[in-house]
């Protein structure tokens, strides 16, 4: 079963700026697995905020970005707002019938 | 603008069933592909199945949690996607939500629906 591994909590001050990776049990994650990262606040559907590694929805904030670090896919926070308090996910593509999502990093803005 | 509204979630015993239905709003519905995400209370987002478009053979994939008693369809013509959820356990409680599937620039879900909430319970 393959697993997708994400920072269960970070803590980060408001204007500065924090790393959420992605990780995969099958190796390295490349932009073939297309990764998407989404944002849940408490009570709230998710929201797509990154697509296919890096790519942006026209609603994306700019201090929101995407990349591939050291074998994971990666959502940088640039510039934290207290707004961006929230849980983040990850979604993997692995072909076919494998669509897995990570735990989930809950971000704590303090 | 695009909107997903999921309806027909409720209190069900072990064992019973229920049927989810997702309208869409929008956008050409027959274009895209359509899934289910479920979310535990207070866990994570697991993906439940999803169907292809038409142009696809409306083909369905599901989770191996779920495979063998739930099936996803679509109405087209309604612009309506369905989960009909069968054998149903406690471990099934959750909301479920319906979300689209694009394969533009790269792949992606970019529209989520608000979710219904299933409720397995004796």
């Known amino acids: 079963q393959t697993v997708v591994t994400q920072e269960p909590s970070l803590t980060v001050s408001p204007g500065g700026t924090v790393t959420l990776t992605c990780a995969s049990s099958?190796?390295?994650?490349?932009?073939?697995?297309?990764p998407n990262w989404f944002q849940q606040k408490p009570g709230q559907a998710p929201r797509a905020l990154i697509y296919?590694?890096?790519n942006k929805h026209s609603w994306t904030p700019a201090r929101f970005s995407g990349s591939l670090l050291g074998g994971k896919a990666a959502l940088t926070l640039s510039g934290v707002q207290p707004e961006d308090e929230a849980e983040y996910y990850c979604?993997?593509?692995?072909?076919?019938?494998?669509?897995?999502f990570g735990g989930g990093t809950k971000l704590t803005v303090l | 603008e695009v909107q997903l509204v999921e309806s027909g979630g409720g209190l069900v015993q072990p064992g019973g069933s229920l049927r989810l239905s997702c309208a869409a709003s929008?956008?050409?519905?027959?274009?895209?592909?359509m899934d289910w995400v479920r979310q535990a209370p207070g866990k994570g987002l697991e993906w439940v199945g999803r169907?292809?478009?038409?142009?696809?053979?409306?083909?369905?994939e599901y989770a191996a949690s779920v495979k063998g008693r739930f099936t996803i369809s679509r109405d087209d013509s309604k612009n309506s996607l369905y989960l009909q959820m069968n054998s149903l356990k406690t471990e099934d409680t959750a909301v479920y939500y319906c979300?689209?599937?694009?394969?533009?620039?790269?792949?992606?879900?970019?529209?989520w629906g608000q979710g219904t909430l299933v409720t397995v319970s004796s």
């Open positions: 099958t190796g390295a994650v490349t932009s073939g697995y297309y």
């Open positions: 979300a689209r599937e694009s394969l533009g620039s790269g792949w992606y879900f970019d529209y």
């Open positions: 296919s590694t890096s």
């Open positions: 169907t292809r478009n038409r142009a696809n053979s409306y083909t369905t």
């Open positions: 929008g956008f050409t519905f027959s274009d895209h592909y």
């Open positions: 979604l993997l593509y692995y072909g076919g019938a494998q669509l897995v």
